[in-house]
């Protein structure tokens, strides 16, 4: 078997750029794996394999016998490719503390079958008021029941500028009058924004991957209301 050099026989996709699996060994593979539960009952294993460590923008298609694998309990899924360099597979649980196991399997190099992560607890989100002023009115997001440490929020909206915040998870926060920006094309305009909260716990990477790697899993929350100018 040979094994390539990065640079070699890469396919360019926009800014990213793939290279098949086959043609790169273990130890120089980072991957990218979160597992994410959003409320509806389920968690969605998701996995980007990388050469060139973290910042790199070079994906592995998978090829030859080089597969991926998640288990849960005594339920084990090969992720399918559901996007470019992406693979997926859902699980029927949003449980605290479920055991993901994520396997890289190989025919003709060393296999990494023992990337791990437990879920962090789940919560319930509400946003009051439904319709607020940015100029004049706060807006109130709980979330029930509180963690420790801290919560990423997040913001999105048509008229609104995406922003984001890392804030104690505590079960409350206050999005103060005039904290939400606008363009100035959209100053008089209304519309719904998302407000979404991540609770995350990280894991633990296979020792195989020596370039190291990511792994988090994620309860993900939201609700909605009007912003009005």
């Not at 998870?169 to 094309?185: K, Q, R």
Request: aromatic fraction near 6%; charged fraction near 30%; hydrophobic fraction near 30%.
């Amino acid at each position: 078997m040979r094994w390539m050099v990065l640079g070699l026989v890469v396919t360019a996709l926009g800014c990213e750029e793939s290279v098949e699996s086959t043609d790169v060994r273990t130890t120089g593979i980072y991957p990218d794996i979160t597992v994410t539960a959003t409320g509806d009952g389920s968690s969605q294993v998701r996995v980007r394999l990388k050469v060139g460590g973290s910042n790199s923008n070079t994906f592995l298609d998978l090829k030859g016998g080089d597969t991926l694998e998640a288990t849960v309990g005594d339920e084990t899924k090969t992720l399918d490719e559901t996007s470019d360099e992406t693979y997926t597979a859902s699980f029927p649980t949003e449980e605290e503390g479920t055991q993901f196991t994520i396997s890289f399997l190989r025919d003709e190099d060393d296999s990494a079958p023992a990337s791990t992560v437990r879920l962090p607890a789940p919560f319930d989100v509400s946003v009051e008021p439904r319709e607020a002023s940015r100029g004049q009115d706060d807006v109130e997001v709980s979330w029930d029941p509180p963690g420790t440490g801290d919560v990423d929020l997040r913001l999105s909206g048509d008229c609104i500028q995406l922003d984001s915040d890392t804030v104690p998870d505590d079960g409350s926060h206050t999005l103060s009058a005039d904290s939400i920006e606008t363009f100035e094309a959209d100053e008089d305009e209304s519309c719904s924004v998302r407000v979404a909260l991540e609770r995350s716990r990280s894991g633990s990477i296979d020792s195989a991957f020596t370039e190291g790697g990511h792994i988090e899993a994620l309860q993900v929350r939201s609700d909605t209301f009007t912003s009005t100018p």
